[in-house]
């Protein structure tokens, strides 16, 4: 089974909001609120940003933010801060063999 | 502090068996599902499998049966990945991952993370 979509690469200033997508299936991300985000800075192990499409865990600031329409997930981050910088990866449960499907990742460079 | 604890990084040649580890610390660790992931240099990550500590109950990505094993040893609160033969495409940074569990619900997301074993196979 094939990877979710994600861009590439987004960017944003300082203090400006952003979003990225994660493009799946019927099977997946648009079966089920299973998606779930994850923050990856260079060298580090990901941390878990938003959890069951919506919910942030305990600790994550509440500029973090997730939603779903259809087959499509997307993690929002407003107010920008040069700390946000970091790879993100979606990821969902998926019905099928390959029970998790992860994202292929998107950079996020804060200018 | 609640973590898990991956073992050193390793440099194998093709062919050579390994095995690296995952140490759950502070918390029961029988309750919580563990997981492995890949991420190849400069890639994404990718699911491999996921093991249940209490019964060694196992599920594997079709992409990676037959390739790696999971085990799991409750006593001392260790899950393992093991190689029986190495190849170069095995070079990767391997992620150990806690799956969500709270009140008897299991959950499908990873809430914590090994800092990550890095695997180099090169002649």
Known sequence: ?111 | EVQLVQSGAEVKQPGESLRISCEGSEYRFTNYWIAWVRQMPGKGLEWMGIIYPDDSETRYSPAFQGQVTISVDKSISTAYLQWSSLTASDTAMYYCARRGYTFGEVYWYFDLWGRGTLVTVSS
Not at chain 1, 4 to 21: F, R
Not at chain 1, 25 to 44: C, E, I, L, M
Not at chain 1, 66 to 90: V, W
């Open chain 1, 1 to 111: 089974q094939s990877a979710l979509t994600q861009p590439a690469s987004v960017s944003g200033s300082p203090g400006q909001s952003i979003t990225i997508s994660c493009t799946g299936t019927s099977s997946d991300v648009g079966g089920f609120n299973f998606v779930s985000w994850y923050q990856q800075h260079p060298g580090k192990a990901p941390k878990l940003m938003i959890y069951d499409v919506s919910y942030r865990p305990s600790g994550v600031s509440d500029r973090f933010s997730g939603s779903k329409s259809g087959n499509t997930a997307s993690l929002t981050i407003s107010g920008l801060q040069t700390e946000d910088e970091a790879d993100y990866y979606c990821s969902s449960y998926a019905r099928s063999s390959t029970l998790w499907l992860f994202g292929g990742g998107t950079k996020l460079t804060v200018l």
